[in-house]
């Protein structure tokens, strides 16, 4: 009979799919970072002198701070002066302006990543900027975005576009020391996306980016600013997937979200860097700053993420609730196998009045993997009427891995509630023996069992981004039926 | 001198000036080490909330003056030993005070001066190097195979300063042997107002199937700041059931470590803190489970009014291995004024598959519709919230081991909470 | 259909069917009774394949086939269906996709194709009325909360859908009041068919007021004790379990 822990373990022990290099030639400059570096990444973007600036001054802090070792992961010290800071297909000088324009071993690239962009975009009405290295290569549905007055382009098209913008809301939601990573990559960022909502607009589609490192030895600095200003609404998406490489890659991303007044910002990730082979060789390092400002009364900002990828995840999708009745929601799924690593969480600062906060976190570890919780929930004095709810599950397969929860709770203000639960726990051998006894295979019934576990977060996706998470955990589609 | 340590000549003085007994040699050793790691800071993890510089000002002034303290009140020492049927040891300002000590010349219990063997040294904890350094007397009991007792033993730790702040120590390591039980209390009072810092550390190991039920409750004064750490190692079908109340104390530091290394083992620690106007109160806990199958079960709970702090820290790590864990741990808190500050965090690190581990934490008010329900059978709101508030405590009190000790924690309880409520000092 | 001979299986240590032969043919239903402890959950357990029981000796042969050699979920898909006695709970998994994905199990073995979203879906309401249950049972969690009652009728449920050649029910009965009991009854009543076989393994002769057996056994410390027509059960309703024990002992 073969329900022991051994072939459970084999269950999750599949080959990463994506894993393959399209040979295209990139541009890049070579490794190391100084200040000329700075100069010769704004200079090649043709930025205006305040980004600059901004840059530089960033690099300057940046070279004081120490990198942070708190977090539970290991990995050994990473030599910056070996990372390339920028690099971009050689088409970049013409950019096209359809798809037709691109080049098709690019778009061969998507499909073999399973995501036929013009097909998906077509079908699911999603407008996508992909990100190829770190230039945007295609963008579409702009037309009709612009005509609801959605602003949604490349980070360097919006720092020259829009400058005022980009002037009065970058680095104010993550300044330019916040942390060590995040210093960086305000110093090297190579672009992102940008997405503004004017006052009243409902975006008229889900906004979908798909980034992928493609060259070795380049480091992925992304910057993503998203901005709903007075009651509006935007959902956007994040997906990642990255070619097999050997070499460990970093990758720094920083995002930030401002919602104002009775705004909406609805952010999803699946997150599937390369995690590195069995032994754990190689994988991407994901060292990334994502917060969101609740700046105005009664906005909102939910993050959803679903990790299955890099070998160190670093990760804090938060929320400041600055306005009266504003609302943050954190829900994660984290998987992690073999070697991976995981540190990942949320923090909530509950300012305003009748803040609520709602935190979902599942964690699965397989392997020789580790997983960890690690989440802030702080209450300030004038926060009355605070609310959080934290559930905080693990679910362990396997006897060398392991699952670890740092919930760190600071409450200053007597009409709080605050709540807080967590579980750990395997799946049971009679879970498993009742499913096969129905006639479902042991992996299927892995899967079933799984998935039903990330249930609540699945359900926090949207549609096309849950089957996407489901299959990524390599799970059937559960709910459609019934 | 850096911020966290001591001046070296003073430190030297005060540990060349205690007697050259048998622990001289660890004393030195542990002094060289404090002189190089000082004080722990709040950039260290562990004492992220709590800031020792205030007890560190005080231990400062201590050793500069370094005057012997008076003796403590014994009326009403004798009061308390009078109100408890129990063998006391007695240690007044570091020292162990014979006169009030009752003998505890029963059969199985040895009491002894502190031994210490080489594992003693290798301290993680600066505040253990600063214990040994300067330890007057320390001691060590054993209590013999199968013995056990109804009655409890009473370690009475009384600080009393006179004029000048004091610093003082106190180390007990007691030994169970295999199938011996006790019934083990450790009481704090201050007699006086005076400044005090007390620094104690107990180690208690249980061998094969031994039992020790241990209760600690602390009422001190409000100018007494204390740090204390309890380890506990618990061999194979091994238990504890503690539980640890603290009302008093303007600065109180916990460190319970729990270390499960056989099959079968127990550990139930419960707590009950208290603070208002100007109290800080800091309980760590941490359990390890370093083998399976074996259960640990810790429930603290607080209530806080005025400009105070209180936190709590329970860790549960259960190691590769600890197949058959069991461990679950709950934290409530009740906070009662806007001044008031509760830092939680429910920590577990989990390497074995085969285990049960569970957290829950709430920090918030009364129930609502426990008020109503009171209301509505007439009791009014003030009071209605008294009664919960005191349900609150109690259910913690009337858990903790020692049953004969309910009424009188139970009272001392409420009275904190009159004061608590109408924000009367102690 | 069913051929069991000499079997003995043990949990750990302890030893639990000590030679138990038994055969079941199509058309027939069984009914195996004994006190607590005697071994009827565990020769269910073994017939379904459960792990933590080790067969140390006899054979099982199914439709000729040998049993033993097949996985849990093979057996399922050769038309062996194991109602548990206490039905696990799995969060999060609802009630239709876990009975969708074992039909569809079945099919794909059987050389079908998967069923039809929509004809599933009649099918599932179709047997739920039956049974009287209500149909959000099927966005359910699979037995998350579930009472009791709600357990056994599920078991049921799964059971009607899927259609099994050999049906053992264990202690289906156990914690139903009477008009669940009845429910269940009618779901086993309406699964009586010459092609199938159903093996009620149950403590009290309740249920066989209501699911006529054409054979009673009865175990007694991990051996069939005693065989006979329906009219065993009534006497051992009088005569109790311990007339057993000293008839197999005299």
């Known amino acids: ?482 | 001198m850096s911020r966290r340590s001591l001046p070296i000549d003073a430190l030297d003085r005060t540990v060349a000036a205690l007697s050259d007994d048998a622990l001289a040699e660890a004393r030195h050793a542990a002094l060289a080490q404090f002189k190089k790691r000082g004080f722990p800071t709040t950039r260290n993890e562990n004492w992220k909330y709590t800031d020792l510089s205030k007890v560190i000002e005080l231990s400062r002034r201590s050793l500069q003056t370094s005057t012997d303290a008076e003796r403590p009140d014994i009326d009403r020492i004798r009061e308390l030993q009078a109100s408890i049927d129990a063998g006391w040891l007695v240690i007044a300002n570091g020292k162990l005070n014979r006169d009030l000590s009752t003998t505890l010349d029963e059969d199985g219990i040895e009491v002894s001066p502190l031994r210490l063997d080489s594992k003693d040294l290798r301290l993680e904890d600066p505040l253990a190097d600063l214990n040994l350094a300067l330890l007057k007397q320390g001691l060590s009991l054993r209590i013999a195979a199968n013995r056990s007792t109804d009655r409890p033993i009473a370690l009475l730790i009384v600080d009393s300063a006179g004029t000048a702040p004091v610093l003082s120590q106190v180390r007990i390591d007691i030994e169970l042997q295999a199938n011996a039980e006790i019934r083990f209390i450790e009481y704090h009072v201050s007699a006086g107002d005076d400044e005090h810092y007390s620094n104690a550390h107990i180690n208690v190991i249980a061998r094969p199937n031994a039992r020790a039920d241990y209760l600690r409750f602390q009422d001190r004064a409000l100018h007494h700041s204390q740090t204390a750490r309890l380890n506990v190692q618990l061999e194979t079908d091994s238990e504890i059931s503690y539980c640890g109340i603290d009302l008093g104390g303007r600065l109180t530091r916990n460190d319970l470590k729990i270390d499960i290394l056989g099959q079968g083992a127990s550990a139930i620690f419960d707590g009950l803190y208290i603070a208002a106007e100007g109290q800080h109160v800091d309980n760590h806990t941490r359990v390890d489970h370093r083998v399976g199958p074996a259960v640990s079960a810790q429930e603290y709970r607080g209530i806080l009014n005025g400009h105070c702090r209180a936190i709590w820290n329970g860790k549960a790590i259960v190691h590769a291995g600890a197949d058959g864990t069991d461990a679950q741990q709950a934290n409530h808190n009740l906070l009662l004024s806007e001044h008031a500050e509760i830092d939680a965090k429910p920590e577990l690190e989990i390497y074995a598959d085969e285990v049960k581990c569970a957290h829950g934490t709430t920090v918030g008010q009364l129930d609502e519709q426990a008020l109503f329900y009171l209301r509505s059978r007439g009791l009014d709101r003030d009071r209605a919230k008294r009664v919960l508030t005191r349900a609150f405590a109690t259910s913690i009190v009337n858990k903790s081991p020692i049953p004969e000790l309910h009424d009188l924690i139970g009272n001392a309880v409420e009275q904190r909470l009159r004061e608590l409520a109408t924000g009367v000092p102690q | 259909m069913l051929e069991i001979k000499n079997l003995k299986a043990r949990i750990g240590d302890a030893d639990i069917l000590n030679g138990v032969s038994l055969s079941v043919n199509a058309g027939e239903v069984h009914a195996i009774m004994g006190p607590n402890g005697s071994g009827k959950s565990t020769l269910a357990q073994v017939i379904a394949g459960h792990a933590d029981y080790e067969v140390t000796e006899g054979t099982v042969s199914y439709n000729g086939h040998d049993l033993l050699a097949l996985e849990p979920e093979e057996r399922a898909r050769e038309g062996i269906f194991l109602g548990f006695q206490y039905p696990v709970e799995i969060p999060g998994v609802n009630n239709a996709y876990l009975l969708k994905a074992a039909v569809n199990a079945k099919r794909e073995h059987q050389g079908l194709e998967e069923i039809d979203a929509f004809e599933f879906l009649k099918l599932a309401r179709e047997k739920m009325a039956v049974l009287g249950m209500d149909p959000k049972f099927l966005n359910r969690g699979v037995n998350e909360g579930f009472s009791g009652g709600e357990k056994k009728r599920n078991e049921i449920l799964q059971m009607a859908m899927l259609e099994p050649s050999l049906a053992i029910l264990d202690e289906t009965d156990s914690g139903l009041d009477i008009d669940a009991l009845k429910a269940v009854a009618g779901g086993v009543n309406a699964l009586r068919d010459p092609e199938r076989a159903i093996v009620l393994v149950t403590h009290y002769q309740r249920l066989l007021d209501y699911v006529e057996p054409d054979f009673v056994h009865v175990l007694s410390e991990g051996r069939i004790a005693r065989s006979g027509d329906k009219s065993l059960a009534l006497e051992l309703e009088e005569k109790g379990y311990e007339w057993v024990r000293e008839a197999a002992n005299a």
């Open chain 1, 1 to 482: 009979m073969s329900t022991d822990p051994e072939n459970i373990e084999d269950l999750v022990n599949r080959r990463y799919e994506h894993g393959f290099v399209t040979d295209i030639d990139t541009e890049s400059l070579p490794p190391g970072l100084d200040e000329d570096v700075i100069r010769a990444i704004s200079m090649r973007k043709n930025e205006p002198e305040f980004m600059l600036e901004w840059r530089l001054q960033a690099y300057r802090q940046w070279l004081e701070m120490i990198e942070p070792e708190w977090a539970h992961v290991h990995y050994p010290p990473i030599d910056y002066n070996a990372i390339s800071y920028f690099s971009a297909p050689k088409s970049d000088k013409d950019r096209p302006k359809s798809l037709d324009e691109v080049d098709p071993k690019l778009l061969e690239t998507y499909d073999k990543l399973g995501i036929p962009l013009h097909e998906r975009a077509r079908l699911a009405g999603v407008a996508v900027d992909a990100v190829f290295d770190s230039v945007s290569v295609a963008t579409t549905f702009k037309e009709k975005l612009s005509e609801a007055g959605v602003i949604f382009c490349s980070f360097s098209e919006a720092v020259n576009k829009h400058p005022e913008l980009v002037k009065k809301y970058l680095g104010s939601v993550v300044p330019r020391r916040d942390n060590y990573f995040a210093s960086l990559n305000s110093a090297v960022f190579s672009d992102g996306s940008f997405v503004y909502v004017p006052k009243g607009v409902r975006c008229p589609m889900e906004l979908s980016t798909y980034f992928r490192i493609n060259a070795a030895n380049t480091g992925q600095f992304e910057r993503t600013l998203i901005v709903a200003d007075e009651g509006s609404y935007v959902s956007y998406l994040e997906g990642c997937t990255a070619p097999m490489r050997d070499e460990n890659q970093l990758h720094a991303a920083v995002v930030e979200l401002v919602a104002m007044k009775d705004a909406e910002i609805k952010y999803s990730t699946v997150q599937n860097w390369y995690p590195g082979d069995e032994n754990g060789v190689g994988g991407i390092y994901n060292f990334v700053t994502k917060r969101g400002d609740c700046r105005g009364a009664n906005s909102k900002i939910s993050w959803t993420q679903v990790e299955t990828g890099s070998a160190i995840t670093w990760k804090y999708p938060s929320c400041i609730l600055r306005g009266d009745n504003s609302t943050g929601e954190f829900y994660s799924v984290a998987v992690v196998n073999n070697y991976q690593q995981a540190d990942t969480g949320t923090k909530m600062i509950h300012i305003g009045r009748n803040t609520s906060s709602t935190i979902v976190s599942k964690g699965i570890s397989a392997g020789n993997a580790q997983n960890a919780y690690r989440g802030l929930v702080r209450v300030m004095p004038q926060a009355n009427g605070a609310r959080n709810h934290t559930q905080c599950d693990s679910l362990l397969i396997g006897k060398s891995c392991g699952a670890h929860t740092f919930p760190y709770m600071e409450i200053k203000n007597p009409s709080a509630k605050v709540e807080h639960e967590a579980t750990t726990s395997k799946i049971s051998a009679d879970q498993l023996f009742y499913c096969r006894q129905r006639g479902i295979s042991e992996e299927d019934a892995v899967n079933m069992i799984v998935n039903g576990f990330c249930k609540e977060v699945f359900n926090e996706l949207p549609m096309e981004f849950a089957v996407e998470a489901q299959a990524l955990l390599n799970v059937s589609l559960e709910g459609a039926v019934g």
